[in-house]
């Protein structure tokens, strides 16, 4: 009898193992933890992650937290209502995650196993993640397939803008060819305009101080500003309904300053003529200077002079008139104003008619 192969008895202890292990409470291959995994402890705790996509991952792969393990991937399987996946984690006892943690489904290198990877407290946790939680699809994510990188980088080399490089490199040399001096100016005008700017940086930030408080102010008036706002809806109406006659108005002006002009043009001739006429009248009234003044004074007391309205004493002033036609008469009055004083008039003789006035 030939002595049993090494496979064979491999083979036998695997057949005799399988079912020893169901027996014991396994549920399947999947539980059965794999050598060298990471070590959960007595009391883990579980957390089930929604992913819209987990690819390839598997059970038993491995949940890490910046990049050390701390728990095992203990199941995955389709949610209620079939919009994505749910993954069942298992995570150490010890290690303590915050209530908003994010996951990641991530490679271990290019061809290697997928993981998830939870983001760990920078900070000091209030909240941390409870067994039993959930963390929403909302806070998760999955970096890129190789096989998406490839498809994304054979679509920019084979249909993208890549090809058009050259194109475009051909037309910057085209147009740059033979322009090197109007290039070299306008570099030069750009340098000086940037070191314009530098030098002024200080009012340009001043100016945007107070543009920042002018919007201030008027982010604290806003209601003011609405209120005028709302106020210029009716007048604004008022002038849509009257547009049409505004419209007639404004023609009507254009054709009144239309006629204006063309009257102006007609009667030019005629204009510059009368000018022509009242420039002697306008020199002699500039000659007279301070004649026609004292000449309007004396209009205004006609007959009388200044020089007779001195003379009057009280307020108010009698005028005897003298009528007689008798020549001897007249000879005898003349002598007698020569012979009278001359502040006074000489008083009426026989026959003579006076009133005042």
């Not at 002009?261 to 009234?285: C, F, I, K, M, N």
Request: proline share 7%; hydrophobic share 40%; glycine share 10%.
């Amino acid at each position: 009898m030939s002595r049993p192969s090494r496979t064979t008895t491999l083979l036998l202890a695997s057949a005799l193992l399988v079912p020893s292990l169901a027996g014991c409470g396994f549920a399947g291959i999947s539980e059965v933890p794999l050598p060298g995994g990471t070590e959960l402890g007595p009391e883990p705790y579980r957390v089930t992650v929604e992913f819209a996509d987990v690819l390839d991952l598997v059970p038993q792969a491995a949940v890490k937290v910046n990049d050390v393990p701390v728990g095992t991937v203990r199941g995955i399987t389709t949610s209620a209502d079939g919009w994505h996946a749910e993954v069942a984690l298992a995570i150490r006892g010890d290690v303590r995650l915050p209530a908003h943690a994010q996951a990641r489904l991530r490679q271990s290198s290019l061809l290697g196993e997928k993981f998830v990877e939870l983001d760990g407290a920078t900070g000091p946790v209030t909240e941390p993640l409870r067994d039993g939680a959930v963390i929403p699809a909302a806070a998760t994510d999955r970096s890129p397939e190789v096989e998406e990188v490839f498809g994304a980088l054979s679509m920019l080399l084979n249909g993208g803008g890549l090809g058009q490089v050259q194109t475009i490199s051909r037309e910057l040399n085209s147009a740059l060819s033979g322009n090197e001096a109007e290039l070299r100016a306008l570099l030069g005008r750009l340098e000086r305009v940037s070191g314009d700017l530098d030098r002024h940086r200080g009012e340009i930030t001043r100016a945007i101080d107070g543009l920042d408080r002018l919007a201030a102010t008027a982010r604290a008036r806003d209601a003011e500003i609405a209120g005028v706002l709302d106020d210029l809806g009716p007048g604004i109406g008022v002038l849509a309904e009257q547009r049409g006659s505004l419209v007639d108005l404004a023609r009507s002006m254009d054709e009144l300053s239309a006629v204006a002009v063309d009257t102006v043009h007609r009667g030019q001739e005629d204009v510059v003529a009368d000018l022509t006429a009242l420039r002697p009248v306008l020199r002699r009234l500039a000659d007279s200077g301070a004649d026609l003044p004292q000449a309007m004074e004396i209009l205004l007391t006609y007959p009388f002079t200044d020089a007779v309205l001195d003379g009057v004493r009280g307020d108010y002033l009698n005028t005897y008139l003298t009528v007689d036609l008798d020549p001897a008469a007249i000879e005898m009055l003349e002598k007698q104003a020569q012979q009278a004083q001359p502040d006074f008039p000489a008083p009426p003789s026989p026959g003579t008619q006076a009133g005042p006035r």
